[in-house]
């Protein structure tokens, strides 16, 4: 199971990472808490894949790219069965910009719902199939400019 929380951060100053357990008994009782990620900036929305020979595959979005914790990028962690610790890889071509959306923004412009539409697959041959939500694109609909979202996907080997 994976989520994230801001355990680390308070409600002005977020510090969110995204953590992980796990059970071989049916929920009846848990590994210990660990992290997947505790980069700096915040990290959320994470989904969770279980690839070939048991490889935990771990998507989310990723703020650590961005100097002042405000663009997100998309961050793959691969848990190793040889060190125990996760590889991580960013596998956006270019960070999005949520505080602008053209749909999704209150009356005085900023962005109220970012939105949680992110997943992961990994398929037969390990390869995992991010996919995500994204706000580089800037759209002009009855002379309102603002960002909207098209979803992206990576393969990563």
Excluded: C
């Excluded at 990290?43 to 663009?71: H, I, K, T």
């Excluded at 996919?131 to 694109?137: I, K, V």
């Amino acid at each position: 199971m994976v989520w994230s929380d801001n355990r680390h951060g308070t409600a002005s100053r977020t510090n969110t990472d995204v953590f992980f357990t796990t059970s071989s008994d049916r929920g009846a009782t848990w590994s210990s808490v660990a992290a997947v990620s505790s980069a700096k900036g915040d990290q959320f929305y994470p989904w969770a894949a279980v690839g070939p020979q048991g490889v935990l595959n771990v998507s989310y979005f990723d703020r650590q790219y961005a100097p002042d914790n405000s663009l997100y990028g998309i961050t793959l962690a691969r848990l190793s069965a040889v060190t125990g610790r996760f590889a991580t890889e960013e596998v956006d071509s270019g960070l999005s910009d949520p505080n602008h959306a053209r749909w999704f923004a209150n009356p005085s412009g900023q962005t109220a719902f970012l939105g949680d539409y992110n997943g992961l697959a990994v398929g037969a041959d390990g390869i995992a199939h991010p996919f995500w939500t994204d706000m580089r694109r800037v759209v002009t609909v009855q002379g309102i400019s603002g960002r909207t979202e098209d979803a992206f996907t990576a393969a990563v080997t």
